[in-house]
């Protein structure tokens, strides 16, 4: 571990406290869409290995699940490479170090999974007290933050993957939203977040029957809007993207298609709802969410029909939505229109969603090398910043003035000192 100006981290973390807002805490942020709190500025443009690492944390297991962070807290998930453990680590924020590694579930017969897959890639969720983890079929538990005890679990959650878990959860006022979409089963579960218990289940309105078992599965997480005077649960699935009552799980509205295994979380801005919807052939469509009903044919704005990101998600930043495909072809496109304002290639694979923080774009590929842009109508690169060569899928984090990257084996705090 790396302990360069570690005495300044603890000085400027202690005294008066961390703000509130400096969270991140669940997939993609804050507000679910991959931008920072806006208390998140003077993050570093350039590091490297030698250069604004405060510090490097080897991480036990395989995961490639993001950090969430609390205050001083950062949670991760992680298992054993064979799925037959899965853990919780706590890292400390200012120091790096392992505070907790708890043991969550024991699974003697884990099923395979693919290769560029982990037991432990569902983002935990996290608020004040409790974080939830989530390991897909295997198990969904409540930790106590501070002593690091198990407070519930759920072990019947289950379905076939067929390539691991993927889905994340989230929070939404008391309950625990959770995905379940395998080759087997297709439903969406709320869960009373202090016990565990249903307290709403909804299957998907789709009639799978005609298709392969294998077009069944989706891998998105959910988003909670507001639009048409009514909360909505944006919630991608294999065949249909649906909006439920997040409170009940009635289900207001659906578009239907024929993707499948769809990875990138949904966005909502400029009055529409922008979602990928194939894995192998990924679309991505911008939908009107004041619709009852099956709306295909009536409320769709427009769609982008190839060349889309298979896994990252993407960021909506004023009236752009800015998207890296696997490939490393990044777009910028108009928002309302869906029309194409510039294409450009930057170097590498992508898994990792990217960030907006700092007024800057982060892109992340599987490499460890980071590409940061700068928004807007023009194409603009601010810096290319590598780390050692290993493998890189789990979506960074921002908070305060430090960024928090997770490698293969590590989690590195990125900051100027």
């Known amino acids: ?3 360069s100006w570690i005495g300044f981290v603890c000085l400027s973390l202690t005294g ?19 931008h920072a709190d806006r208390g998140s500025t003077g993050l570093p443009v ?11 944390t080897a991480i036990p297991g395989r995961g490639w699940s993001s950090p969430v962070i609390w205050r001083q807290q950062i949670w991760l998930t992680t298992a054993t490479p064979d799925g037959k453990e899965m ?4 890292v400390d924020r200012a120091t790096g170090q392992i505070v907790r590694n708890v043991k969550v579930f024991d699974t003697p017969n884990p099923k395979p999974i693919a290769v560029v897959n982990s037991y432990a890639s569902p983002t935990p969720a996290i608020e004040e007290g409790r974080v939830y983890a989530h390991y897909g079929t295997y198990g969904t538990a409540c930790l106590d933050t501070v002593t690091g005890d198990i407070l519930w679990t759920r072990r019947d959650l289950n379905c076939d993957h067929h390539e691991g878990p993927g889905s994340s959860p989230i929070l939404f006022e008391e309950l625990l939203i959770v995905h379940v979409d395998g080759r087997d089963l297709q439903y969406v579960v709320a869960l009373d977040k202090r016990t565990g218990k249903t307290v709403w289940k909804t299957n998907r309105s789709v009639d799978y029957s005609p298709h392969h078992y294998n077009f069944r599965k989706a ?4 988003q909670v809007i507001q639009a048409g005077g009514r909360s909505q649960l944006i919630s991608p699935g294999p065949m249909a993207t649906m909006a439920y009552d997040p409170r009940t799980g009635e289900e207001l509205w659906k578009v239907c298609y024929r993707g499948w295994s769809m990875v990138a979380r949904p966005l909502f801005g400029h009055g529409l709802v922008f979602f990928i919807n194939d894995y192998e052939r990924p679309e991505l469509w911008a939908v009107r969410p004041d619709g009852r009903g099956e709306v295909t044919g009536s409320h769709v704005a427009w769609s982008i029909r190839r060349g889309m990101p298979r896994q990252p998600s993407f960021l909506l930043i004023g009236d752009l939505l800015h998207l890296v495909t696997d490939d490393g072809i990044v777009y910028a496109i108009d928002a309302q229109t869906g029309q194409e304002v510039w294409k450009e290639r930057i170097d590498g694979s992508y898994s990792a969603s990217p960030l907006y923080a ?4 982060y892109f992340f590929n599987r490499d460890s090398v980071t590409t940061v842009i700068k928004p807007g109508r023009q194409f603009h690169v601010l810096a290319v ?10 979506s960074p984090a921002a908070v305060g003035k430090a960024l928090f990257l ?12």
């Not at 008066?16 to 991959?34: K, L, N």
């Not at 891998?219 to 959910?222: G, M």
């Open 1 to 3: 571990m790396m302990h």
């Open 16 to 34: 008066a406290g961390i703000s509130a807002g400096e969270t991140w805490p669940e997939f993609r942020g804050p507000t679910g869409d991959g």
């Open 46 to 56: 350039t590091w490297s290995e030698t250069e604004n690492v405060a510090w490097k």
């Open 87 to 90: 853990s919780a680590v706590c």
């Open 219 to 222: 891998f998105s997480t959910p």
């Open 358 to 361: 700092d007024g800057r774009m």
């Open 385 to 394: 910043n590598r780390l050692d060569r290993e493998q890189m899928m789990a």
């Open 406 to 417: 997770r490698t293969r084996t590590h989690l590195y705090r990125i900051q100027t000192p």
